[in-house]
């Protein structure tokens, strides 16, 4: 019985030995060409030589060398940096006066590059050290250098004849104080070292501004630094009666966000307080609440109102 069911199944018509056959030598050429593709992609793979290997390390060498440099340069600029605005304490004092003092004299003194600039500017702007304490004009100039340099401050006084004085004080008798917030171009081009460009430039920033509260605000107007603010500031004021303000209670983001002290996150800050809180009963709260800092809050202060 069982060596009868071994033959049915195991028993093959000429047909089927055929078949078989043909699906061994199938099966068989597969195996070939699997086996000859394999040995054509290896055949491909190009081995790295010592030669090639040395290029690559050289490279590499190269491109750590690079790094390690230009990082040194960074560190460079970065003293540099520090180095131009830094005054020192002399090693030596002598008596100067600022409105005759060389560069050289300066840097004795321990004057930082960024000061001796700063100073020389000022005096080719045609500015003047009238008192000792004028010296702190200089911007970065502070009451601890002031202090250790007071004793040696020696300016000569300007001998003027009975008639210059009294020119003197009749050109100032005709020099008038303009009000930043209600000047025009040709206003602020009667100042000493304003011209078309930086006329144009204050009040374009008065306009973003609402009106200038402090006559320092112009060192904020672009290009215009101490030298050239320091000999007009007795010539100019900020009347505060010409701000523009803005509503704490009224105002939308876009009155808050286009004023130049203002960026998106404060205005974001104060909208949502208001929106959670209700209306502001104080300017104060924006402070106390920290929507914004100590500074940020007395800087912006003049231009905020309630309603």
Do not use: C
């Amino acid at each position: 019985m069982i060596k009868k069911r071994f033959r049915e199944y195991f028993t093959y018509t000429k047909k089927e030995r055929n078949g078989i056959v043909v699906l061994l030598l199938i099966l068989i050429i597969l195996i070939i060409l699997r086996v000859y593709q394999k040995n054509r992609s290896y055949g491909e793979i190009v081995l790295m030589d010592e030669t090639y290997q040395k290029e690559i390390e050289e490279f590499e060498s190269s491109l750590r060398l690079k790094k390690k440099k230009n990082w040194k340069g960074d560190r460079i600029n970065k003293k540099e940096t520090i180095e131009y605005n830094t005054w020192k304490k002399p090693e030596k004092y002598f008596n100067f006066d600022p409105n005759k003092i060389s560069r050289n004299e300066l840097e004795i003194l321990g004057f930082s590059k960024k000061q001796i600039s700063t100073l020389i500017n000022y005096r080719e702007s045609g500015g003047l050290f009238f008192e000792k304490k004028d010296l702190l004009k200089i911007y970065g100039l502070n009451e601890e250098q002031y202090k250790l340099l007071e004793p040696y401050i020696a300016i000569q006084s300007r001998e003027t004849s009975p008639l210059n004085k009294e020119n003197e004080s009749q050109t100032e008798s005709k020099i008038e104080i303009i009000d930043l917030n209600v000047a025009t171009a040709d206003d602020l081009k009667k100042l000493k070292g304003i011209g078309e460009t930086y006329a144009n430039r204050i009040i374009k920033f008065r306009d973003i501004l609402g009106g200038y509260y402090t006559e320092e605000q112009l060192l904020e107007v672009y290009g215009l630094d101490s030298a050239r603010f320091l000999p007009i500031k007795e010539y100019v004021k900020a009347d505060t009666f010409n701000i523009k303000k803005i509503s704490l209670n009224s105002s939308d983001y876009k009155g808050f966000i286009t004023h130049p002290y203002l960026n998106k996150y404060q205005t974001e800050s104060i909208l949502k307080f208001r929106e959670l809180m209700g209306n502001f009963t104080q300017i104060e709260q924006i402070y106390l609440n920290k929507l914004l800092t100590k500074e940020e809050y007395l800087k912006l202060k003049p231009y905020l109102k309630l309603n």
